[in-house]
């Protein structure tokens, strides 16, 4: 077995199983959180455990993508183009020349076809090395907006995203929530002024300095949205 998402997701399965199976658990009331990329898994392993008997009580999703993978990290690095053009650093050209390379090559990649040899720059070139092709793939073949949907109109689920994430978007959240629409049980809270790790981040956002200051405060709100529906769950 390789290094994919097949590998990823059974190793969560089998983190589940044995928390599940220690002393003074109960496993009917255990919750999965994800965070980020892990919100994809959370849903995954949801649905995967859904009808046995270690179906999880709820699903915390923790600034979860909404899109599809390969429609997401397209998004993201066709941005990273785009501003590197706009600030200079590299010419329209040269930008559009490597967009149009990067939808060619996701596009093999979901159609199964691998990727193809003639990418000229060398940072898609590393990120779509032969090691990460395989996890791509199979990861793209899941959509957040319908794991979300297949959990069911009665599954507990809370959603939170700061309101100064830069890399997952309003948008990417609704898609997700539209996959939870219907259910009576699924809530979603905005957390005011936090970013994509759920901390305080004072004026405009900026992942390269915020990220490495250890001393921002967790965000209070997202904290007592947990402990709300934790509770909530706890007298269900």
Wanted: hydrophobic share 45%; net charge negative; proline share 6%.
């Amino acid at each position: 077995m390789g290094i994919d998402f097949n590998l990823y997701a059974q190793e969560a399965l089998d983190a589940y199983r044995t928390m599940a199976s220690q002393p003074g658990v109960d496993p009917h009331r255990l919750v999965i959180v994800g965070h980020s990329e892990g919100g994809l898994f959370a849903l995954w392993l949801a649905n995967r455990l859904k009808g046995t008997p270690l179906a999880p009580r709820a699903v915390i999703l923790a600034a979860p993508m909404g899109e599809r993978y390969l429609d997401l990290l397209a998004a993201q690095l066709t941005a990273r183009y785009q501003q590197a053009a706009a600030s200079g650093t590299l010419s329209q050209a040269a930008a559009a020349h490597y967009i149009v390379q990067l939808q060619a090559a996701f596009a093999s990649i979901r159609a199964g076809q691998g990727v193809p040899s003639d990418l000229d720059d060398p940072a898609l070139k590393a990120i779509l090395s032969p090691t990460n092709v395989a996890f791509l793939y199979q990861a793209d073949q899941y959509d957040p907006a319908v794991l979300a949907w297949q959990l069911g109109d009665d599954f507990p689920v809370l959603v939170l995203r700061g309101t100064k994430d830069v890399q997952v978007t309003e948008t990417e959240v609704d898609r997700l929530l539209g996959g939870l629409h219907g259910d009576r049980d699924a809530r979603y809270e905005p957390i005011p002024d936090a970013d994509h790790l759920l901390k305080i981040v004072t004026g405009v956002p900026d992942p390269a300095v915020d990220y490495a200051n250890a001393n921002r405060p967790f965000a209070l709100e997202a904290r007592v949205a947990v402990e709300m529906f934790v509770r909530r769950l706890a007298h269900c």
